[in-house]
């Protein structure tokens, strides 16, 4: 065990290893007796580095059938990602939007195969509680611990960046429609929108879409004359103001020991996703399908089936079906482990019909014209008004999901690297409270100054994905071959074209 582990859980492990050893004469009066084995409220997690923390009530024989072990995955899947599917289609044009799905789906897919057979292709070491970075480490020594523990912050403090983003966005509408329902406000939203009973907006139409500059007629109608406004505009605004009010809640939130108690709200995860699909589907039957195929000349209305920036779905797909970090220990519950591979791939296959529903049907839906397709948002409910109670709905439900999922997020990245560096999750009150003032800091930095959630999520997702995605499985794949005297020049080939592409996704993410 690694040096890292808490005193506690070190002692623990060298009594079991110690009747372990005094069990090999058969001798049943020399197993372990009652009060060295650990109860289920004293069973420990062990992090891909080593350190050790409690579950408290947790139950280490409890085996799941396959059904419930492919929705775990799923649900695990299913992210902020979502929300951006259309923004990402629409960016590389509807045709080749549809073929990059499939294609990064089935990619990723195969990368998740190599991470999950990775632990049983390692001889003489008992590897029964690694996860893919231990598999790193095991070849690749401390560069593999290093750089599996800075990918995974990369993604988790990407992640929660992106929530401080949603939740100061879903909090500003939240208020807003409140605010203008008590006082019996019609808002007339002063963006292009359509004339029908269903609305829809364009909220930024004076900007390129295309590209990355979506931001900067926010920054107009948030710091013009402020003469021209009332009190609760000008502290109520979307990013002056809300995304500092987030961290008197927030804040303390993190600052917990435990996120037992929020662990207990995920299944709000669910019920969000399941919404969404039933907005999608309502403003999809409202709006009808308004679609034109031009292949690559851009029109007033509508984009060209093939656009050159592609590269931003791939980036923003890397994050939405990555699960590479966890998925040996999600599937080491499956009753069955002979059907690990096809659930695996049945689990895949459901979240990519997911990613492609919402995509596909919001794109089509979009009414081009009086709208133009370049005005869909990398949050494609900011393409619906504040007034709109069917997205206020969605809006309140995703906010509280993500006040919840946000402490325990924040929890994954102090046990990670307080555990890393201090040997204990929880060294001090200052240690915690220094690292969380710094990833909310992030938060209300790029929630004020950029929340493009769109450019954040596919950075996120090229950057931790180059590494856990691509490069790490790649190489052990073609290590452990080499090793057993069955690499082929083609295996070689294609592995190692898997590890220019990581790096061409990553690269082609600083030229969008």
């Not at 069973?43 to 396959?66: C, E, Q």
């Not at 059904?67 to 799923?74: E, G, N």
């Not at 970075?133 to 995974?152: A, E, H, N, R, T």
């Not at 200052?430 to 690292?435: G, N, T, Y």
Request: proline fraction near 5%; charge should be neutral.
């Amino acid at each position: 065990l690694d040096s890292s582990l808490s005193a506690e859980a070190a002692v623990l492990n060298s009594r079991l290893h110690y009747y372990s050893r005094l069990m090999g004469s058969s001798d049943r009066q020399l197993s372990p007796p009652d009060h060295v084995i650990p109860q289920p409220d004293e069973i420990y997690i062990y992090s891909p580095l080593g350190t050790a923390f409690k579950v408290p009530g947790s139950d280490h024989t409890s085996k799941n059938p396959s059904i419930i072990t492919i929705f775990a995955i799923w649900n695990t899947m299913m992210g902020t990602s979502i929300l951006s599917m259309p923004w990402g289609i629409k960016q590389a044009g509807f045709t080749l939007g549809i073929f990059i799905v499939i294609f990064i789906g089935l990619l990723m897919l195969y990368c998740c195969y190599i991470v999950l057979k990775s632990p049983k292709s390692i001889p003489c070491v008992d590897t029964s509680d690694w996860e893919f970075p231990d598999v790193c480490q095991y070849y690749f020594g401390k560069v593999g611990q290093w750089s599996s523990l800075m990918f995974s912050m990369v993604s988790l403090v990407g992640a929660m960046v992106v929530y401080w983003v949603l939740m100061s966005n879903f909090l500003f509408n939240t208020g807003q429609f409140i605010y203008n329902h008590v006082h019996n406000i019609n808002v007339s939203d002063s963006e292009l929108e359509t004339n029908g009973s269903e609305k829809v907006i364009c909220p930024y139409p004076n900007t390129n879409p295309g590209g990355n500059n979506t931001i900067s007629t926010l920054f107009l109608s948030d710091n013009g004359n402020m003469s021209d406004v009332n009190p609760f505009e000008r502290y109520w605004s979307k990013t002056n103001t809300v995304p500092f009010y987030l961290i008197i809640l927030l804040l303390p939130l993190l600052c917990f020991r435990s996120a037992s108690f929020f662990a207990r709200f995920t299944f709000l995860g669910t019920i969000s996703v399941v919404y969404l699909i039933v907005l999608v589907t309502v403003k999809a039957v409202r709006l009808g399908f308004h679609l034109e195929f031009h292949w690559f000349d851009k029109t007033e209305f509508y984009v060209p089936e093939f656009r050159l920036l592609f590269p931003q779905l791939t980036g923003v797909l890397t994050l939405a079906f990555f699960i590479h970090n966890c998925i040996i220990t999600l599937m080491k519950n499956n009753k069955d482990q002979k059907n690990n591979v096809r659930d695996l791939s049945v689990a895949y296959l459901l979240v990519g019909l997911t990613y492609l529903y919402v995509g596909v049907l919001i794109f089509a839906a979009f009414p081009s014209p009086p709208l133009f397709k370049d005005c869909i948002q990398p949050n494609f409910l900011d393409n619906f008004p504040s007034s709109d109670i069917m997205v206020f709905v969605a809006r309140t439900f995703l906010l509280f999901q993500m006040i919840t999922v946000y402490p325990l997020l924040g929890y994954l990245v102090r046990v990670q690297m307080m555990g890393q560096l201090f040997g204990n999750h929880y060294p001090s009150f200052l240690h915690v409270l220094i690292l969380n003032i710094l990833i909310v800091g992030a938060g209300v930095l790029v929630a004020t100054f950029y929340p493009n959630i769109g450019s954040i999520i596919r950075f996120s997702g090229a950057i931790c994905g180059l590494a856990l995605v691509f490069v790490f499985p790649a190489l052990v794949h073609m290590i452990t071959l080499r090793r057993q005297g069955m690499l082929r020049w083609k295996t070689a080939i294609s592995h190692s074209l898997l590890i220019l592409l990581g790096v061409a996704n990553l690269a082609a993410q600083f030229f969008m």
